[in-house]
């Protein structure tokens, strides 16, 4: 807990991290506010302290254990831990998941995850979804639209099983309206999981009259056009484009006073 006390003090931080092995990731992932949990060990080194009031001072976390293959059910209950505690905080005003699942959600367990996107969603306003895996399509929209301040929301090669028998966790969270300064999207070629995100500034009823940074590369010209047509009357000032199919295309274009 003496880490709470320390966090504006630079200096002390990065002693404590050169002095004591067992408060060295500690102490680093104090500085800067921002805080990184993508290994297991990770998750399991700061999950107990987060849930004894540690991190209050963190504003922007990164959550998700990338290319660990499998994890873990009791790791990944780590997840709804560690978010529960930032939700009672209510102080991120940045959050990114990295290939979070969400059907590791108990039944029981749904509707606290619910109130905690709630309580999330009155502070965020950069929210990012990296590899993460819905039960649908309409369930990523509903996590979306839950977040009404966010106005920078990245969006990157998500993938949904589609089987219509698989329940929304997220039904019946309020359907916000997200203005968006800074929108980022990609997806993967299209297969049967990938998530099509051509559509989702119309399917997500995302406001782009404020738009101003625009990066997408969603697979093919067909989808990047619905998306450039979405923007057509955006104020985009600053655009890059990509599309990884044979004889496809990429480019940039910031205004040379910005």
């Avoid at 996107?117 to 399509?137: K, N, P, R």
């Avoid at 639209?145 to 090669?157: G, H, K, T, V, Y």
Wanted: with cysteine; net charge positive.
């Amino acid at each position: 807990m003496i880490f709470q006390y320390l966090a504006d003090c630079r200096e002390t931080l990065c002693a404590c991290s050169l002095t004591a092995r067992r408060f060295r990731y500690t102490a680093l992932s104090l500085l800067g506010r921002h805080l990184t949990l993508n290994t297991v060990g990770r998750l399991k080194e700061c999950s107990p302290l987060i849930t004894r009031g540690a991190f209050q001072h963190v504003r922007s976390l990164d959550l998700g254990v990338n290319n660990e293959g499998t994890i873990l059910r009791s790791y990944r209950m780590n997840y709804l831990v560690i978010l529960k505690a930032f939700a009672r905080y209510r102080a991120l005003n940045r959050l990114w998941l990295s290939e979070v699942s969400f059907s590791f959600v108990g039944r029981s367990q749904k509707e606290n995850l619910r109130e905690t996107i709630i309580a999330l969603g009155s502070t965020v306003t950069e929210f990012g979804l990296y590899g993460c895996h819905f039960s649908s399509y309409e369930e990523m929209i509903c996590l979306i639209r839950s977040f009404p301040l966010c106005n920078f929301l990245f969006i990157r090669d998500c993938t949904a099983s589609g089987k219509p028998t698989c329940e929304n966790v997220f039904t019946g969270l309020p359907e916000n309206k997200l203005s968006i300064r800074d929108l980022q999207l990609s997806c993967s070629p299209p297969n049967n999981s990938s998530v099509d995100v051509s559509n989702l500034i119309e399917d997500a009823a995302l406001d782009v009259g404020s738009l101003t940074s625009l990066v997408c590369d969603v697979g093919n010209s067909e989808r990047t056009r619905r998306i450039a047509a979405a923007v057509y009357s955006s104020p985009v000032e600053h655009f890059q484009v990509a599309c990884a199919e044979p004889g496809g295309f990429q480019g940039e274009h910031t205004p040379r006073n910005s």
